[in-house]
Structure formats: C-alpha cells, structure tokens
C-alpha cells in the first residue's frame, strides 16, 4: 500500500486527463456490455414484428447503433492518445526527479555505485513503469466494469450455470495469484541483471582506449558474455513463469466454455433455459472472458512496472549523506581564511584515512600538499567543499563551519582544477562557459586567454564552436587541462585548489599549464596537491603528509633545510630527472 500511495502521487498535476480516461473506458465498456443485451431485448421483441413494422425501423435502429459507436471509437482514441501522453508525462516527472535525486547525492553513493546501473534506473525501468501508469488503471477499470456487468447480465440469464461458472473463475483466480507471485520474484531479477549488462556494457566503452591498447578485447567480451549469460539464463526462468502463468489460464479459460455448454445444455434438456437465452449467454461469456484475458496480459506488464517502480523508490528513498543544514547560510563577503581544526575521516567503516589534522591558511596565501599516493592529501581537499564530512573536528572558512553554510555558496567561492580533466559533450565554448552559466562571448573568451589557450582556439577551423568529442577526445591532455583552467578563471573564486593539475604532462605542455596556473591563484587562497615539486617552491607553506598524518611543514627552503623527508623526495626527483 505505501508503495501504492508513492506511485498515485505522480497521478496528481494530471487529475483531469486520468478522470476523463476513466470516463472514456466506461463509456467503451457500456456499449460492449449493452449489444448482447441489446441483441437479446430485439430477438424477443422488435424482430417478431411484422416485417413492415421491422424494416421501417432498422433505419432509427441503425442510426442508433451508428452513434453508439461513433462515440465508443472517440473513447478509445482518447483513451489511446491522451492516455499515453499522460503515462509519458509521468515517465518524464518520475525520471526528472530521479536525475534530481542523483545529483542531490555526495561523492561516496557514486564511489559504491555503478553509472550503468544507475542508467538503467533512470532509462528502462521508467519506460515499464510509463506503460503501467497508463494501461494500469485504465485495463482495471474497463475488466472491473465488464466482469462485474456480464456477471450481473449473466445472472439475469440463468442463475444456476452463473453459479457453476462461478466456481470455474474462483480456481482461476487462485491459480493467477500465486502464479504472479513467482513472477514477480523472476521480473526483480531481470531488472537486475539488464542492470549488471548495463554496467558491463557502461565500464567497456567508457575505457575503450586503455581495452585496444592492451589488446584486451577478448577480455571485454567475455566479460560482457558472462554478465549477458546472466541475463538470458534470468529471461529464460521468467519466460517459465509466464507459460506456465499464460498456458493455466488459457486452460481455465477453455473449461468455462466446456462448463457453459455440458452445463447449458444439461438444462435446455431440463426446459429451465432456452436456445436463444444460451445463444445469449454465450456473447457474454466472451465478454466475460476478454476482461479476464486483458488482464492477464497485463499481468506482466504489472509485474515489470512494479518491480520498476520499486527499484525507483530505493533510489528516491536513499537520504544524500551531505545535506544543507535547516538554518544554514550563505557564505558571503568571502575572505579565504581556511582552517582544518583537529580534522579526522574515514571512508564508512574503513580504516581512518586522516586523523588529527590541523592546517591553517590565511586569505590569498598558498599552500602545498605533498607525500605518497593514500596518503589523504586529495580528501583533505575534498572536505573544504563538502565533498565529504569529516568524521571527527571541523573545516572552516573565515571562521564559519562549512557544515553550517549551504552547498551552493560553499561550492561556488571554490575552483577546482584537477588531474583527470572532465569535458562535457559540445563545444569549446559552451564547456568554458560552465565555469559561469550565463557568461558572454567577451568574458569567455577573456578566461580563456587567460589561461593562454585563446589562440590554439582560433586557429582550429570553427574557433570556439569546435566540438571537442566525448570527454574531450579530439583535444590532447594539454589542451584539455587549458580549457579547464579557463573554466575556473571564468568563475573567478576566492578559494582555490588545483589537485595534481600539471602531473600528467609533458614538459612543454606542463610550463604553459604552470604559467597559467601561477596566474589564476595569484591573490586567491590556493591549496595545491603536487608530485612534481618544481612546481610548488614557491608555496607559502608546503605539508608533507603520508599515512601517518603530517609529517613535516614549512617552506621549500625550510624543509631542504631539514633534510627530512622533503628533502629526500625532492632529492630523489631531481635525480631521476
């Protein structure tokens, strides 16, 4: 019933549509019912007239019947038309609120969630439960009116063989009901395992660079052999159920015709029920047996809405574990002030990847962190803008918990620039001006000669209109990581944080990105991961954290000084090179 409840709230903003569809069926359903009846009342009557009599009134007759089902035929189209516009309505609210709903999420649901699965969701599962908000109510209603209707005409007609019929459609009932259950069981796992291809298919393409050049295309492919064998097996188990449901009921459905002629004629022979009236009952044992046979059909269809919608529930029950406090505040006049005041995390019951940090950065100075990869450096970054909460102490700017401010202003006072450089689908132009939706041509194009990447652009034949491929394919790492440097000058933040944002270059690639990054922090609070240490001797204190915690601080020169393990890191480098 509660998940009943969920799913009739999508029925609200299209109140009318749904009401008047239900009107239309009942309209399609009355004039079903009312021809045998109507067949039955002239076959006593108005056909054992004279034939004058009959022939003069076939006219009014026929113009009758003509209207009848005129309006029954604009019933149906609007049951048809209008009906599954609003199932495609609810498919579109239901799937915007799920994409809503994932984006309201923090970094550690999609660290245990698969993007393909997550797709899924929001793709094939709504479609099935599209079909359902549209046929469900509408095949219940017009079966509901049609049984309950031909039930009661078929009483009229002969209460006794009604009774017979009766104990026929009750077996069927019991049969359809624990049938449908073990269905329901096979359709979850379907959802299930298309998700597991999906996933399969998802991760394949995604890295379909690092599978051609290892030469792992086999490896692919049995990969997604397995997770699609998963699936057929699944298929075949809930094509079982089906037959097994369908054939049963189709089996039930001939025994209530056998039940309708031993038992009809065992009372003609008694002279309690005429051939005609038999002849009669006959027409509504079909529309009798139509509903039933709809719904049926729409046993499936049921069954895959259901366990759609059931999987679109979890989703939208799931609570985001980073959430805006009930009072929290804009974060305004933004000096850059950070400080990390006893800071302690952990990844959910894992092993504490930071304990006791205290780091403290004045307005536009900078800082740089280094050590070993695992050493926290990338999540302590990560909790200055909520990607994460800490676990123990707090993480301030200008002397305010960032727990107490609201994501949007805490988020939009921090550029980041990373390693791993994320394009957008689309142009060069619309990814820079991400950085500030809304941002003119003049100010796009003043970020990106800002970040020394204007004239690359217009030297490509459509300039800034240039499509950049999927994930920035047809742009090399450099020019990428310019582009994404452009987007944070355009966005112009306080704050500032550029997380092994040169590691991944060649020489000549890193000095344009290190020329551009040294002035997109001049004068902002800049917290700076790096490896390659040539890059941060000018940081205004540099933190040298490994699993331990921090294990030296200080200036370049300070810590060469020391000869530490700074020093020995710098050394090793610098060797190699």
Request: aromatic share 10%; hydrophobic share 40%.
């Amino acid at each position: 019933m509660q998940l009943l409840k969920k799913f009739i709230r999508y029925y609200k903003p299209y109140r009318a549509v749904f009401f008047l569809d239900l009107v239309c069926a009942l309209a399609v359903s009355l004039v079903d019912l009312a021809f045998p009846q109507i067949l039955s009342i002239l076959t006593k009557t108005f056909f054992t007239e004279q034939p004058d009599v009959i022939i003069s009134g076939l006219l009014k007759l026929g113009v009758a019947l003509f209207l009848m089902y005129v309006i029954r035929t604009l019933c149906r189209f609007y049951i048809t038309y209008q009906g599954h516009v609003m199932g495609a309505k609810m498919e579109s609210d239901m799937r915007q609120d799920l994409f809503d709903q994932y984006e309201r999420f923090s970094f550690s649901y999609y660290d245990r969630s698969n993007t393909g699965e997550m797709m899924s969701k929001l793709v094939s599962d709504l479609f099935d439960i599209s079909e359902l908000a549209h046929h469900g109510p509408e095949n219940i209603f017009i079966s509901a009116v049609k049984i309950i209707g031909s039930f009661v005409l078929l009483l009229m007609v002969n209460v006794p063989l009604t009774l017979i019929l009766s104990a026929v459609v009750v077996v069927m009932v019991v049969f359809s009901l624990y049938q449908n259950r073990k269905m329901q069981e096979t359709f979850m796992d379907n959802r299930r395992k298309i998700a597991a291809v999906n996933a399969s298919l998802q991760d394949s393409l995604a890295g379909i660079r690092v599978v051609k050049s290892f030469a792992n295309e086999e490896i692919e492919r049995r990969k997604f052999e397995t997770s699609n064998q998963q699936f057929l097996v699944s298929k075949e188990s809930n094509y079982l159920r089906m037959g097994i449901f369908h054939s049963g009921n189709n089996f039930f459905e001939g025994m209530l015709f056998l039940t309708v002629l031993v038992a009809g004629g065992y009372f003609i022979a008694r002279g309690t029920l005429s051939a005609t009236d038999l002849a009669v009952y006959a027409l509504y044992i079909n529309i009798f047996i139509n509903p039933i046979e709809v719904l049926i059909e729409f046993t499936e269809l049921l069954q895959k809405g259901i366990s759609g919608f059931r999987r679109f529930t979890e989703v939208m029950e799931t609570v985001p574990e980073i959430q805006d406090a009930p009072d929290a505040k804009e974060l305004t006049n933004v000096k850059g002030t950070i400080d990390y005041k006893d800071v302690s995390f952990r990844y959910n019951d894992e092993e504490s990847v930071l304990e006791h940090i205290n780091v403290h950065v004045d307005a536009g100075r900078s800082v740089a962190l280094v050590g070993p990869s695992g050493g926290g450096k990338t999540t302590l970054c990560s909790l200055l803008p909520r990607f994460y909460d800490v676990t123990g102490g707090s993480v301030c700017i200008d002397g305010q918990d960032v727990r107490t401010l609201t994501q949007e202003s805490l988020r939009s006072a921090i550029g980041i620039v990373q390693q791993d450089v994320y394009l957008f689908g689309g142009s060069i132009q619309e990814n820079i001006a991400y950085g500030k939706p809304g941002a003119s041509m003049e100010e796009i194009i003043e970020a990106a000669k800002e970040a020394n990447i204007h004239d690359f652009i217009l030297s490509l034949p459509d300039g800034y209109d240039t499509y950049v491929g999927e994930r920035g394919a047809r742009l090399s790492g450099g020019q990428k990581q310019r582009i994404s440097i452009a987007r944070v000058f355009l966005k112009n933040p306080p704050m500032l944080i550029l997380d092994e944002a040169t590691s991944a270059l060649d020489n000549e690639s890193e000095q344009y990105i290190q020329n551009s990054l040294d002035k997109l922090a001049h004068g902002r609070t800049t917290i700076t991961i790096a490896h390659r240490l040539s890059t941060i001797r000018n940081a205004d204190e540099i933190i040298v954290i490994d699993n331990d915690g921090i294990r030296e601080r200080g200036t370049h020169d300070d810590l060469l000084a020391k000869d530490g393990l700074y020093a020995k890191y710098y050394q090793m480098q610098f060797r190699n090179n």
